[in-house]
């Protein structure tokens, strides 16, 4: 059994070289030798060390083979398990092969979809090729990789190996799984320049006289905080316009048809009416208020990109009289240098945490000042974003205290909507560890009846630790908080 033994990429790729040469005519060879070399370089060694060569030459042929036809406006998608006498190359995995027009989050989704099948991810082949093609599809020529090369003519080619499937109906499930996916994903991505524009387009209509809002203070940081979102700070993934409906017996949101970009298309939660009276007090409170924007998580994991909870953005509407009228809702993903960018430099977060140093009384250049600014700094941004300026100022002020203090302090806060509880805990650092993070998580999962839960660990120099727990729960009317119990029983 001939195993590929070398850590060298020149000496497997020499290896290539000589195999095809010996097996193919030369024409033949040259093309798909420039073929391999395109297709390994960014490569690591890991993935092929260890395996019989006969089979990743093989490989090389079915994925060249794949290439062969292809046409653009769509996805090509093979699930199959390699065998000899079929594809000339065997595996003990199911293959996933896909092919198509390259754009973002491609390969992160499809990581995704197969992590939420739970299947092991084997080996993941991913590069991006330039492709001339005929009219019809068909492979003319691989153009080199270069910067001027054509984007029009850039391919994604994904070869990735999971674990078996053995029944045919399996291998087809994993296969319209994929397609509809990808679907998803070129929907998004198709439409996000138009998503984008709709951000652009209210803040004009915001700095129009005729938008229904009176405090110039509340529409300048909502024009500032738009202006800021699409500067490259939010990954737009769908969006919705919306009406405000009054009736005799109640009020309902409905979405204007034809309004919807991007996975809004499909979003189930995002596109069926809603009926106020349905919705807790603060709900409604938070939907009818003067506040021009509303922030909020979706109830479905987001399936393109990262696997989080995706964020809504609402800006609302009012008529002439300033009543709430409908609102332009935005789905999607915060980008990462909102996470790590600092909060005077953005809008919204920087006035509330102005807000909460003024009512603090602190001098900022004093120590007690410091820490406070350091703890709003590193606050989840998130929770920034949808806590008031009351509910930060007693959290703030708490973890203040507790700063350089061996205590234990849970923070619970349910969002406007009721879908979620946030759930900050801090432990002495040196106590930390996974195994008590899964105690805290059970003890918060059970107190709240929750359904899922995300969480996020930051470590600083202060003497804690700080987990937040993000808890999906269903929605209720006065949901009871019972932070004391829950607290004395993470200590216990």
């Not at 293959?95 to 299947?119: C, G, K, Q, T, Y």
């Not at 019809?136 to 994604?156: I, M, N, Q």
């Not at 899922?452 to 009871?480: G, H, M, W």
Request: net charge neutral.
């Amino acid at each position: 059994m001939n195993l590929i033994n070398t850590n060298n990429k020149a000496v497997f790729l020499k290896d290539v070289t000589d195999a095809l040469e010996k097996n193919l005519d030369s024409a033949l060879a040259r093309k798909i030798t420039g073929f391999a070399f395109q297709y390994f370089g960014g490569l690591p060694m890991e993935e092929f060390k260890g395996r019989r060569f006969s089979d990743v030459y093989g490989a090389i042929i079915s994925c060249w083979n794949f290439l062969q036809h292809h046409q653009a406006s769509e996805p090509k998608v093979r699930v199959f398990n390699p065998d000899l006498e079929n594809h000339g190359w065997q595996s003990s995995h199911t293959v996933v092969a896909v092919l198509h027009h390259n754009m973002p989050f491609l390969i992160d989704s499809l990581r995704m979809l197969l992590n939420e099948r739970e299947l092991t991810i084997h080996s993941i082949q991913h590069t991006v090729l330039y492709i001339e093609r005929e009219k019809d599809g068909t492979f003319v020529e691989l153009l080199p990789r270069k910067a001027t090369s054509p984007k029009d003519r850039a391919e994604a080619v994904m070869f990735i190996e999971v674990d078996r499937h053995n029944r045919s109906e399996d291998l087809k499930a994993l296969e319209e799984a994929v397609y509809q996916l990808l679907s998803e994903v070129r929907t998004a991505v198709s439409d996000y320049e138009a998503m984008k524009g709709k951000a652009v387009a209210l803040i004009d209509e915001l700095k129009s006289g005729s938008c229904g809002i009176e405090d110039a203070t509340m529409k300048a940081e909502a024009v500032d905080f738009l202006t800021w979102l699409a500067k490259d700070h939010f990954t737009f993934l769908g969006y919705a316009q919306y009406e405000l409906k009054l009736t005799k017996k109640d009020s309902y949101l409905e979405h204007v048809k034809g309004s919807e970009l991007g996975i809004m298309h499909g979003h189930a939660e995002g596109l069926k009416r809603l009926k106020l009276s349905d919705l807790p007090q603060r709900t409604q409170q938070v939907m009818l208020g003067k506040e021009v924007l509303i922030f909020a998580k979706s109830f479905t994991r987001s399936r393109i990109h990262r696997p989080a909870y995706p964020d809504y953005i609402s800006v609302k509407k009012f008529d002439a009289a300033g009543n709430v009228i409908g609102e332009h809702r935005f789905l999607g993903l915060y980008t990462a240098t909102v996470y790590s960018e600092r909060t005077d430099q953005i809008p919204i977060l920087r006035r509330k945490t102005q807000e909460v140093i003024n009512r603090s009384g602190l001098n900022i250049r004093d120590h007690g000042g410091k820490e406070l600014d350091q703890i709003l700094a590193v606050y989840p941004r998130d929770e920034l974003f949808q806590m008031s300026v009351d509910e930060l100022y007693d959290v703030a002020m708490s973890v203040l205290y507790i700063q350089e203090r061996r205590k234990i302090r849970v923070f619970m806060r349910e969002d406007a909507f009721g879908r979620f509880v946030y759930c900050l805990v801090y432990v002495p650092r040196d106590i930390y560890n996974t195994d008590l993070r899964r105690k805290i998580e059970a003890v918060l999962v059970a107190a709240l009846d929750g359904q899922d839960v995300d969480f996020t660990t930051y470590f600083s120099e202060s003497v804690l630790a700080r987990t937040q727990f993000n808890i999906k729960v269903k929605p209720c009317e006065n949901r009871v908080l019972n932070v004391h119990e829950v607290q004395e029983q993470i200590i216990a």
